[in-house]
């Protein structure tokens, strides 16, 4: 039950936060909450999603407003500044649209807590701070395979079912949706201490997302390109 009180309290402020943006008649107000993005954080913030902002092309940009306020207090500037950067522009803990939860006990160091808890999440993801993922074709893969099979350690990341229509011999099947789970997590992490990690995937785009998701954890690893299609005729 405690569980099912907080999903549901958390679903409360997503779908408060909808009703406001279907009443929004400000266009520019609209446009930046049309690129607002839900995050769970690491921390126990009582399984509660976050919105954030986020928008454009470019060298990032992080904006924090003020007390008392919400991403909106930027909106009369953000549909000129996405175009040549990309904005960040989180609600600070227990303002805008943020969950309210009496038992978080809202203050500055809570609100500075969240917001580095925010900024590690972000760490290292392409999409944010402009770090690409490192990449493997597969000859060159095939290559490494035949030479260093015992040291490598290969994240198959298709669903059970299309893993076993068809994989490469030693790897391990986490559907990306699992990827994020701590037994997951700490045996790649295991693993990449004395294995390289490479991630696989059916055409090699779910794989540079579980690149990215490993990236973010600390956990090197490289997206094997064009996924099983491309690496199976090695095979």
Not at 19 to 25: A, E, F
Not at 174 to 194: A, V
Not at 197 to 215: D, H, N, P, Y
Request: glycine share 6%.
């Amino acid at each position: 039950m405690h569980k099912n009180f907080y999903r549901n309290l958390n679903k409360l402020n997503i779908d408060y936060f909808e009703k406001v943006r279907n009443s929004i008649q400000d266009p520019l107000g609209l446009e930046i909450s049309n690129d607002v993005n839900w995050i769970r954080l690491n921390e126990k913030w009582n399984s509660s999603d976050f919105p954030v902002v986020l928008g454009g092309i470019g060298e990032p940009i992080l904006f924090l407003h003020g007390f008392d306020s919400s991403f909106l207090e930027f909106r009369r500037i953000y549909p000129f500044l996405k175009r040549k950067f990309k904005l960040i522009i989180p609600d600070l803990l227990g303002f805008g649209f943020t969950p309210r939860i009496a038992s978080n006990q809202y203050n500055p160091n809570k609100i500075i807590k969240n917001l580095s808890q925010f900024a590690d999440y972000y760490e290292g993801i392409d999409c944010i701070f402009n770090i690409k993922i490192k990449k493997i074709n597969a000859k060159e893969f095939d290559t490494l395979y035949k030479e260093k099979f015992n040291n490598i350690i290969v994240i198959d990341v298709r669903e059970n079912e299309e893993f076993n229509k068809s994989s490469i011999r030693g790897s391990i099947c986490i559907p990306l949706n699992n990827l994020e789970k701590k037994s997951y997590l700490e045996f790649i992490k295991q693993e990449s201490t004395t294995k390289e990690v490479f991630t696989l995937c059916q055409v090699g785009k779910r794989s540079e997302k579980a690149a990215k998701i490993l990236m973010k954890y600390k956990i090197p690893s490289k997206s094997i390109e064009g996924g099983i299609e491309k690496l199976i005729k090695y095979f």
